[in-house]
């Protein structure tokens, strides 16, 4: 497996704690059936395309036990164990499915560390490079203590099974709230062009040299749709997709991409629209979509 330089990737790189990591990277749910549940409908396209990930020098892949549940996990570990020293996996606990394909939370002690115990068994891995604490539900943060499931990851990341920790669909107060209990490497909360609640939270973030890892950041199922958006990417020759992600390289930079996608072919699409270099006209015009 030849891995092009990490250095042609837009956007450079960003250290997770000691992990360093490209900040175009890649989240891994849409690689699991229709809802995020069940094995994807063409088994061998999967594999591919998380080879293609790494083949193209991407070292950061999102995922979690909830998406297929399983499936996912199953299909990294397939496609790309054993893992280059480069590449590092991040993985979420907190929520399960039901056969409804919900997203019951399972926060409880005892929730997560089976959580954390399925992952490590499902990659084939001794350690988790790092693990969020996934809050709220599917409506999206919701206010509350996280300290006791929090303190619990905590204590997994003692005993040696986690090296970083993360908060996910969380408020600005539970982030404070993690910080008191142990240190958080980055937050991953929804986040794109015309979704912009966590401006402030953003800003504080990149002044503390903390990731903020932004989910459904082409809108997830539902795409993003703005008259500003398509009018500057005709001007530039560009799909709204690809100005959407070099927004956000550009919005910060401690802003780390994870779009997904179940096809080589969108995935070099992506990786070469999140490079486009936007002018400061067209960030000025683009800025003002969500707020």
């Not at 089976?114 to 068994?121: A, F, G, P, T």
């Not at 993360?166 to 404070?176: E, I």
């Not at 989910?215 to 199922?221: D, S």
Request: glycine share 10%; charged share 20%; hydrophobic share 40%.
């Amino acid at each position: 497996m030849s891995t092009l330089s990490t250095s042609s990737l837009p956007g450079g790189t960003w250290t997770l704690g000691d992990l360093t990591v490209t900040r175009f990277g890649y989240g891994a749910m849409q690689l699991a059936g229709p809802g995020v549940m069940g094995p994807p409908a063409d088994h061998e396209g999967a594999v591919a395309v998380l080879r293609e990930v790494v083949d193209l020098g991407i070292t950061h892949i999102d995922t979690s036990g909830a998406y297929g549940p399983r499936v996912t996990n199953e299909l990294i570990r397939e496609a790309l164990h054993p893992y280059p020293a480069s590449l590092h996996i991040v993985t979420k606990v907190g929520a399960v499915r039901d056969e409804q394909g919900g997203w019951p939370p399972a926060r409880k002690p005892e929730d997560l560390r089976r959580s954390v115990h399925e992952n490590l068994e499902n990659l084939g891995l001794d350690v988790l490079d790092l693990v969020n604490l996934r809050l709220g539900n599917a409506q999206g943060p919701q206010p509350g203590s996280l300290a006791e499931a929090f303190e619990t990851l905590a204590a997994l990341q003692q005993q040696g099974l986690i090296r970083h920790l993360g908060v996910s669909n969380a408020t600005a107060d539970q982030v404070a709230e993690a910080q008191t209990i142990a240190p958080i490497v980055c937050v991953q909360n929804m986040y794109n062009l015309v979704y912009r609640q966590d401006d402030e939270l953003l800003d504080r973030l990149a002044e503390q040299d903390i990731a903020y890892v932004p989910f459904f950041p082409l809108g997830g199922f539902s795409p993003l749709q703005s008259s500003a958006l398509s009018a500057v990417a005709s001007r530039l020759g560009a799909t709204p997709m690809s100005v959407a992600l070099a927004w956000l390289l550009q919005r910060s930079p401690n802003v780390l991409l994870i779009p997904g996608t179940s096809s080589t072919a969108h995935l070099r699409e992506n990786v070469v629209g999140a490079g486009l270099t936007l002018a400061d006209d067209d960030l000025a015009e683009l800025d003002k979509i969500g707020r």
